[in-house]
């Protein structure tokens, strides 16, 4: 008997030594990619797999940035003509975009880059380019006329004269997707990221509960609406944080239009994009808003995939036939409409 009881005692030891362990959460917080990004994970492991996905961001961003000078981009973004020999990661993100600037005719275009420029957003001197100026710097912005091979020695990329390339409308959705693989590589099972905004959960919570993600307010105050999500992100974009006042009063804001040059005047105010990846929705959330209300919610239904939450300028919310019993509304809003694929 007493054998017995030492036995179950010492089996109940383990169990909930084993437990505690699973059970362990550990937190990682840095800047990167121009943001501040908050990881906490659970698991035996959590510590390990932190701390190598800071390395992997940081290393994403030595290779995509556009100041960096060894970085991929910074060297095709100055060297046009030439093919320069780039990452994987640069690799993965043209050939992705090359086919969400089709998918979307042209309302995610990485070639945009010095269109934003021109207008001080990558500077913060801000200014209002003239016509003139915005149609020459338009007439360099076809991503269809970025040359790429694929050699035994790596992929190659080759820019126009003229041409700039940058990748933030969807650095940040594929850091996080890579982030999700290093987790899962360690066991880990339950994990919420914060990547300057763009949210991205692995599994539910630890105690088996929806995680609940908050939409921010784009009048100021209180969230809108939140929504429970697992094993998926969700993007929000909108023109309520970056803008600037012209001198004319107007406001403008860090979304552009790929045809005008300018940035966009969308009925929108936010649009936010959830799927299970994170790279998807983060370059949805932006071609969306491009599209406004309308021709988003039409690109939605011919080619689904993804859920989402729009909030208008006349204080309307529609969301996606996917995610309706999973959203809660504490804004009075003047409508509130369950969208239908």
Known sequence: MKDSKS??????????LFFSCEQKKSTE???AMNTFMTIQAYGSKSDKALAEIKKRVEKLEDTIST????SDLFKLNNNSGEYIKVQEDTAELFEFTLGMYKATE?????????????????TEKYRIPSDGELS?????????????????????????????????????????DECVTILKEYGIKSALMDLGGNVQVLGKKPDGSLWTVGIKNPWGGEVVCSVKIS?????????????FLGEDGKRYIHIFDPETGYPVESDLES???????????????????????????????????????LITKEEELFISDGIKDR??????????YNVKS
Not at 231 to 243: F, H, K, N
Not at 271 to 293: P, R
């Open 327 to 336: 959203v809660q509304v504490f804004y009075p809003f003047k409508a509130v």
């Open 106 to 122: 042209k309302a995610l275009n990485p070639a945009l880059f010095p269109v934003v420029s021109a207008w001080g957003f990558t």
């Open 7 to 16: 036995f179950i005692f010492v089996l109940f030891i383990i169990s909930f």
């Open 29 to 31: 917080s840095f800047n």
């Open 231 to 243: 094993d998926c992100a969700v993007v929000t974009s909108g023109g309520y944080e970056r803008y």
């Open 136 to 176: 020459e710097l338009l007439s360099h912005t076809d991503f269809l006329k970025v040359g790429f091979l694929k050699k035994d020695t790596g992929p190659e990329l080759k820019l126009e004269e003229g041409m700039k390339l940058d990748f933030g409308a969807v650095g940040k959705g594929y850091a996080a």
């Open 271 to 309: 649009v936010s994009i959830i799927c299970d990846s994170g790279l998807y929705a983060d370059s949805l959330s932006t071609s969306l808003f491009v599209m406004g209300k309308d021709k988003a919610v039409s690109w939605w239904q011919r080619n689904g995939g993804f859920d989402f939450i």
């Open 67 to 70: 100041t960096k000078e060894n």
